[in-house]
């Protein structure tokens, strides 16, 4: 009992805490706004979706505002009278106990395996803490975190137009609103904007759902307070999104299990996996640890909101949206019940995101591992594998992470062929618009795209893939030039500036082939080196990866 109240003044302490305006929560940020945009906060009637704050001081923006007396979701009746009193903002609510069924369905997954029913005193002081979550959400320091990790990733509006360069108006105005309506339970997300972006290798579209801005806030700022309480309990093998974890470390460690002799892997394709996630099968893991139900509901809140494309607003009944700082996370919560099974049967994986490798001895144990994860997936996650694209296979012959690996007993690691063909593609389009344009000036767009891409694959083993690519980019513009010459004379008066005989000058000018043969051809590899291009600024992708695998 004394444990308890010292508990509740705890807690009504820091909610106390909380109850300043952000007017944004910094020194200096609270400006004079004259903008009108939409998404704005509006004078309407009340039928239109406005409603003012409860102390009648602020308009609430379309949109944003809904009464907190909504069933979320199975085992989630959060009305007034379900235990939860709200009083100035702060809540006051009593642990619910949500007891496990046996079998571990997708609705009542058991949290510590199929058995496990005790509540331990730790458990009860976890799930305490968890209790007053939403006041942590909006907790000065951690909004200004939010505000910052939003502004410096920049990013599209959403459907209400507003730009992350105003964010710090709107919130200025909006913030304290925003803020009682999150710690009141009745925050309610705009529609996500529905973009459609081609997938690598050009094989249909991948669809993106970009929140508002504001939307982007709140779900950095929940992020950041959840992640910290979930991350612990997920399995070492899992390598996306996480802090303190990379891509390179995932390939490192599937190169170390080929290198032990498991020698097929099971290449797992999960068939859109962020359009078909089960939101009852999520919130339910969701609910595993997180007991304040004002930050469960405005979870479920975003994976529902509506998706928004051509002016019409289709509502969601699965799927969480790429696109928004919160997906990440939900997606690694979801595929834990995944990676915890495979640990279980003894494998040996490594997961990131939904792109998962198992590494076995034999093909007919891979088969044997396909089949059965692709029953468990169904039963327990209510997901599918896309049967086309997961095999069994040599890991030499597929891809993981944009990496393949070379079939020695100590495997060496490689890029990708599909890599090396995204590459060209994105260099294809650059080069394109340098038709025109000044060398220098083409060579300056192709740095930080060669540089980024010899960042990520500086764990490649095989040198002849880079300098392959290095001469194919100095050919191409090779190319470029061949054509912005376009006259015999001008070629051959160019092609002498850079040291050729004149007999040989004009030769090679007037042959009568086209632009990619003469960017090949010996001319023109003698007129136009490579240290010709290092001195107008083009970088070696070999030189970079050498350079990036000192450093690291």
């Not at 469960?296 to 002016?311: F, K, N, Q």
């Not at 279980?344 to 007919?364: E, L, M, P, T, W």
């Amino acid at each position: 009992m004394r444990r308890s109240c010292w508990m509740r003044r705890q807690i009504s302490s820091k909610s106390d805490t909380c109850t300043e305006s952000m007017d944004v929560y910094a020194a200096g940020i609270s400006v004079k706004v004259g903008a009108h945009y939409p998404g704005r906060s509006v004078d309407l009637p009340c039928a239109t979706g406005t409603e003012r704050c409860r102390d009648g001081s602020a308009e609430v923006s379309r949109g944003h505002s809904r009464p907190f007396d909504l069933a979320e979701g199975p085992n989630m009746n959060y009305g007034m009278g379900a235990g939860i009193s709200m009083t100035n903002g702060e809540a006051e609510g009593r642990s619910e106990t949500t007891v496990a069924s046996p079998e571990g369905s997708g609705r009542n997954p058991p949290e510590h395996g199929p058995g496990a029913s005790k509540v331990t005193a730790k458990t009860e002081h976890s799930q305490a803490k968890t209790l007053h979550l939403m006041e942590a959400v909006v907790e000065r320091e951690n909004m200004l975190a939010a505000y910052r990790r939003v502004r410096a990733n920049k990013g599209a509006p959403g459907v209400d137009g507003l730009t992350v360069e105003n964010l710090k108006e709107h919130l200025a105005v909006e913030w304290p609103c925003i803020r009682k309506q999150l710690l009141e339970g009745r925050y309610v997300p705009q529609p996500v904007l529905r973009v459609d972006i081609p997938k690598p290798g050009g094989k249909g579209m991948r669809q993106l759902g970009i929140p508002t801005v504001t939307d982007r806030l709140i779900q950095q700022a929940l992020n950041q307070v959840l992640q910290p309480i979930f991350d612990p309990n997920f399995s070492e093998y899992s390598y996306g999104f996480r802090p303190g974890r990379s891509a390179h470390q995932a390939v490192r460690q599937a190169r170390e299990y080929a290198a032990q002799g498991r020698r097929w892997v099971v290449d797992m394709d999960l068939e859109k996996f962020f359009d078909r996630v089960n939101h009852d099968v999520l919130m339910a893991r969701v609910a595993r640890r997180i007991k304040d139900k004002r930050v469960l509901v405005l979870i479920r809140r975003y994976l529902t909101a509506g998706l928004m494309a051509g002016g019409l607003v289709s509502q969601r009944v699965q799927g969480t949206p790429q696109g928004g700082p919160l997906s990440p996370l939900l997606s690694n919560i979801l595929l834990n019940d995944l990676d915890r099974e495979l640990e279980r049967r003894g494998h040996k994986f490594c997961r990131y995101a939904d792109d998962c490798n198992i590494y076995v001895r034999s093909r007919r144990a891979g088969e044997r591992v396909l089949a059965s994860l692709t029953r468990f997936l169904g039963n327990r996650l209510k997901l599918s594998v896309n049967q086309e694209k997961s095999a069994v296979d040599r890991p030499w012959r597929r891809k993981f992470l944009g990496y393949s690996m070379t079939w020695h007993q100590r495997p060496r690691l490689k890029a990708a062929a599909a890599s090396v063909k995204r590459l060209q593609g994105k260099l294809r389009q650059i080069l394109r618009r340098g038709r025109g344009r000044s060398l220098s000036g083409v060579i300056g767009e192709l740095k930080p795209v060669l540089s980024g891409w010899a960042n990520y694959f500086r764990l490649a083993e095989t040198k002849s893939v880079f300098e392959d690519l290095d001469g194919w980019i100095r050919r191409k513009l090779r190319c470029i030039l061949w054509r912005q010459w376009k006259r015999s004379f001008t070629r051959a008066k160019n092609l002498v500036h850079q040291g050729l005989s004149e007999e040989r000058a004009w030769r090679s000018a007037t042959n009568g082939r086209g632009p990619w043969w003469n960017s090949g051809a010996s001319h023109m590899n003698e007129a136009l080196p490579a240290r010709f291009f290092t001195k107008l600024g083009l970088v070696s992708l070999l030189g970079l990866v050498k350079q990036f695998q000192g450093n690291s």
